[in-house]
């Protein structure tokens, strides 16, 4: 590991105490590998039902002054938090390519776009508009007024560890709510890094928790808690619908975002060159692992050879390698094993 990364890791081992609550320590802890090398680059905390119980009183409690602030004054801590995330790019690129795997180049981009969802909040945060309803009485007026709905649980995955994890905060943020943020247990840095950077924004301590470790034990605490009103989710159908179940206790709203299904079509008249670019890039960004990523490719018969033989060149010549390797465009993610590893 380079001596930049290890000062990276450092600086943000060091503030850990700061993104957890107090007394909410686990006594267990995990560790976090480089999926390219299989090295260990950081320890965090395991959590399960007792930290996750603790993170939603502390966003509960958060939730009394947050909620009551101005549109305006939450519209400037998000733009704060955004400009902190935009002058950081370089570090949460480098720490998204060390926990998670993408290339370098994937992963800055990963950060802009991140990013962007704070900017975009931090803008709408003033736009929430309620309607008035034509009544149906000569007595009466119907009005609606949006207001926050609480405590928001959400849960990320790690294909992409930053923009993953602002897509649901930055709205919720926006509109009042607070919220419990459970990351990947395979990229939790990157989360711990951007809840850092909300609290240099001024954004107030209690308002965005991060817990990690034990994930079915975090997910049913956040689904049995009457504090927690909405829960966020991107990740596995399978995972979705225990949510969608476990929700139902206590009739939470949820937004869920399961696997996806992208056939990917080439036709007889299509631009060959065009075509096995696209598909190249539909089929292997971020090593396949985005929920648009294509996961069939039909091919009309009259271009089919022609298609076939220019994309299995254009695959052999991806690189593969560490994401900090210039040129390096595919991960192999070594997973752990009982302390080996295996492809
Ligand atoms: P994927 O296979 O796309 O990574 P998963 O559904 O396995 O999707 O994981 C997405 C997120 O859901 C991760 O943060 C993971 O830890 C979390 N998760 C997995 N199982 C559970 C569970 N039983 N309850 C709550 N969260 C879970």
């Known amino acids: 590991m380079t001596v930049a990364r290890l000062a990276l890791c450092k600086i943000l081992s060091s503030h850990l105490p700061r993104l957890h609550l107090p007394s909410a320590f686990a006594s267990a802890s995990r560790q976090v590998n ?20 603790d993170a939603i009183s502390s966003a509960y409690q958060a939730f009394h002054s947050w909620s009551k602030l101005t549109a305006a004054e939450r519209s400037k801590y998000l733009r704060k938090w955004y400009d902190l995330l935009m002058s ?20 800055l981009g990963e950060v802009g776009y991140g990013a962007s969802f704070i ?19 000569n007595d009466r007026r119907l009005f609606v007024l949006k207001q926050p709905v609480g ?29 419990v943020v459970k990351p990947s247990e395979l990229t939790p840095l990157t989360a711990l890094a951007a ?9 107030p301590p209690g308002v965005l928790n991060v817990v990690m470790g034990n994930a079915p034990e975090i997910g049913d605490a956040l689904l049995s808690s009457s504090q927690v009103r909405k829960i966020t989710f991107t990740g596995s159908t399978a995972v979705g619908k225990k949510l969608m179940a476990g929700a139902a206790g206590t009739v939470k709203r949820l ?32 090593s396949g692992q985005t929920c648009v990523c294509a996961n069939r490719v039909l091919v009309q018969d009259g271009i089919y050879e022609k298609f076939a033989e220019a994309f299995s060149k254009a695959v052999q010549n991806l690189q593969v390698g560490d994401g900090f390797t210039e040129g390096v465009v595919q991960v192999v993610r070594l997973v752990m094993h009982a302390g080996s590893y295996s492809y």
């Open 34 to 53: 480089n999926p390219a090398t299989g090295e260990i680059i950081a320890d965090v905390p395991f959590m399960g039902r007792q930290e996750t119980n």
């Open 88 to 107: 950081h790019k370089e570090e949460l690129g480098q720490l998204i390519t060390l926990e998670q795997g993408k290339p370098l180049k994937e992963a």
């Open 119 to 137: 900017e975009f909040f931090a803008e709408e945060a003033k736009r929430v508009y309620g309607d008035i309803i034509p009544a149906t009485l």
């Open 151 to 179: 405590v928001v649980g959400a849960i990320t995955p790690w294909n992409f560890p930053l923009a993953m994890i602002t897509r649901k905060v930055g709205p919720a943020l926006a509109c009042g709510c607070t919220v």
């Open 195 to 203: 809840a850092e950077l909300a609290l240099q924004a001024g954004i």
């Open 255 to 286: 937004s869920l975002e399961l696997g996806g299904n992208a056939p990917c079509i080439v036709f007889d008249d299509a631009d060959l060159d065009v075509a096995v670019k696209g598909t190249l890039a539909a089929k292997f960004r971020n």
